[in-house]
């Protein structure tokens, strides 16, 4: 008799983890799952059925979904379960507006001061960027778009304001993966180049103005995304539009 296929398949099994690292195994094949969405919001998770899929048994699963909500990824109810939380856009404004202050701020530090090696990675990492781009590999492509920031951020060694980013940036990828089309592809490495084209002509004003422009694109399109789709919102049906920072 053939066994019936797992509901999370998609989850990546460690070969042979290292003792006492179950638990850390465990919650980042989960944090993976719900950050590109192969768990979408408002999923339910089944304990028995990851326990089973990931051959662990219910003590790591039930830390790793402690971590996860925690993190504000995973809500936790008594007597009902578990599901994967749902986002909430007000908290992702919050962030990003964070992140268009801090950003800004270090490209404008960072021009004249960086060294020919940034401009090296910089140029590969476009490069990637539209080879990625062209086979229409969202996922890969996230991964690039996010290394694009953090190559500025490595070479100035700006540790704590990547730090402070870095804290929020999993509720901020699941947000931006739900916006992810050709489009957005095509849009991302415009707004890309024109930052890079700022720090190689060496315009602090070019530069910020183009990394607020593409902060501010992002949010516009994810604004308009949880408008339609409310019900992957926490905040959906009462997201507001005052005081909207951006764009």
Aim: charged fraction near 25%; proline fraction near 4%; charge should be negative.
């Amino acid at each position: 008799m053939r066994s019936q296929p797992s509901p999370y398949d998609f989850l990546e099994r460690s070969v042979a983890p290292a003792r006492g690292s179950v638990t850390q195994e465990v919650t980042a094949a989960l944090r993976h799952a719900i950050v590109t969405l192969a768990l979408p919001p408002g999923a339910t998770l089944d304990k028995g059925a990851i326990c089973e899929r990931l051959s662990v048994s219910r003590f790591p699963v039930s830390e790793a979904l402690a971590r996860l909500s925690a993190e504000g990824l995973v809500d936790i109810a008594p007597q009902r379960g578990s599901t994967v939380s749902l986002v909430r856009i007000a908290d992702v404004k919050e962030y990003m507006l964070i992140r268009k202050a801090l950003e800004s701020e270090a490209l404008r530090v960072l021009i004249g001061t960086h060294r020919p090696e940034l401009i090296d990675a910089l140029h590969e990492n476009m490069a990637r960027q539209r080879e990625v781009a062209g086979r229409d590999d969202a996922d890969t492509f996230h991964q690039i778009d996010v290394d694009f920031h953090d190559i500025i951020f490595r070479s100035m060694k700006f540790t704590k304001i990547k730090g402070i980013i870095d804290s929020a940036r999993a509720n901020l990828d699941r947000a931006r993966r739900l916006i992810i089309t050709p489009r957005r592809l095509a849009l991302t490495i415009a707004e890309h180049q024109a930052i890079l084209d700022g720090i190689l002509a060496a315009d602090a004003g070019q530069a910020t103005k183009a990394i607020r422009a593409h902060i501010d694109a992002v949010m516009v399109e994810l604004f308009a995304f949880a408008k339609q789709h409310p019900e992957l919102f926490a905040d959906g049906e009462s997201i507001e539009t005052d005081n909207f920072p951006f764009g």
